[in-house]
């Protein structure tokens, strides 16, 4: 049985902590190279770093590195910053790169891991939307594999191989519907970071918790779908599935459609990603619980529609998705500022989604050309949001 060097970006996230709970049920079969974090929680990273052993830790500055200094066991290489990370991540010791980053700040280090010739697994899926188009180019020129983690993408995934691409019909990615789907709207401009980052059914990062609750999340992860399984915007729907126990559904021409579930815990969709196209057994005690059980205590499972005019998110993702050029680079970019100026205190809730239209609306004013080429095409694009974003933000308080 052969190991696979494993470099977790995002480690003391709740994505990487979930990916190193596989690792640890997993010892002969991954081993943990390189533990990269921004280096808010030096303690965690630190016992991270005893634990795994890994070559390399690598955090954002040279401060952060201060912070974590004489804590690292010995014969683990400490360096920091941006260009640290691609260092890491492109040296083609790596087989496969996991990135849990939040946001587009992810897009050069998957970029990096693709071109190395590395197989990606995917939570970040900001990369995606950012420059899907980009990154599949990338993976193909390298013969390297990006594997979703995102749990629907993952469903999908897993789904697909019941049949051929040709034989495929519809999506169908399911949402939980957030915290604030049953919430009176009225009460919303005063929904307070707590109020939002509070998930029915997920123990999320704030940032993705957040795009839950405006359900921009699922907005995103219609693009990601797109790029992921190159299947048009116009055939993906979404549904809300309070329970979150399905986890996406394909649907082929004949009619019959493979659903996925398993129970809501991030581990199933990350060892899937680390395991395929192997899979390997889930150990006794972690989740184990079996599926009937699991189907009989939600004793039912809902399918409701989205609706549009409380939750406009997912349809102006749609939009900016058949708009293509950099107007997913530039949605992506405006919801990551505007969801920043609200965990700050600056914004309301409600105007998370006004600055992103407002944003997609000034892009669609100006903007020609095609989708972006390059990462750095992306990464303008991505600027030209924030930039856009910050401007439009200024009238609700930002
Ligand atoms: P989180 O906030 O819990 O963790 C983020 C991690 O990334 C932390 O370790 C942080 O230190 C690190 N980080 C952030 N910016 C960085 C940077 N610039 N350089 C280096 N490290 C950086 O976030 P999360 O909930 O784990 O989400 C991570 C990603 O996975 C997001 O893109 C999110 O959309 C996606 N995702 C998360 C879940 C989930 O269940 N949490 C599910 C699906 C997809
Ligand atoms: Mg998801």
Known sequence: MSQRSVAVLGATGSVGEATLAVARNHPDRLRVSVLAAQGTRPARLAELAREFRPDRVIVASADRAAALGGELPDGVRLTCGDQALLDAVGTGDIDLVVTAIVGAAGLQPAAA???????????????????????????????????????????????????????????????????????????????????????????????????????????????????????????????????????????????????????????????????????????????????????????????????????????????????????????NAANEIAVDAFLSGGVPFTAIVPVVAGVLERHDRQAGGGDPETVDEALAWDSWGRSHAREVLAPFGG
């Open 113 to 331: 891991a693709l071109a190395a010739g590395a197989d990606l697994a995917l939570a970040n899926k900001e990369a995606m939307v950012a420059a899907g188009p980009v990154l599949r180019r990338l993976a193909a020129a390298s013969g390297s594999s990006i594997l979703p983690i995102d749990s629907e993408h993952a469903a999908i995934h897993q789904a697909l191989r019941a049949g051929r691409p040709e034989e495929v019909r519809r999506l169908v990615l399911t949402a939980s519907g957030g915290p604030f789907l049953d919430r009176d709207p009225a009460t919303l401009e005063t929904a307070t970071p707590a109020e939002a980052t509070a998930h029915p059914t997920w123990n999320m990062g704030a940032k993705i918790s957040v795009d839950s609750a405006t359900l921009m999340n699922k907005g995103l992860e219609l693009i990601e779908a797109s790029y992921l399984f190159d299947v048009a915007g116009s055939r993906i729907d979404i549904v809300i599935h309070p329970q979150s126990l399905v986890h996406s559904i394909v649907e082929f021409r004949c009619g019959n459609g493979i659903a996925q579930i398993s129970a809501n815990d991030m581990q199933y969709p990350i060892q899937y990603a680390l395991s395929y196209p192997e899979r390997w057994s889930r150990p006794a005690g972690s989740a184990s619980t079996h599926l009937t059980e699991l189907l009989q205590a939600a004793s039912r499972l809902e399918f409701r529609q989205v609706d549009r005019g409380l939750f406009p998110a997912p349809s102006l993702a749609r939009a900016a998705l058949a708009r293509g050029g950099g107007a997913p680079a530039a949605l």
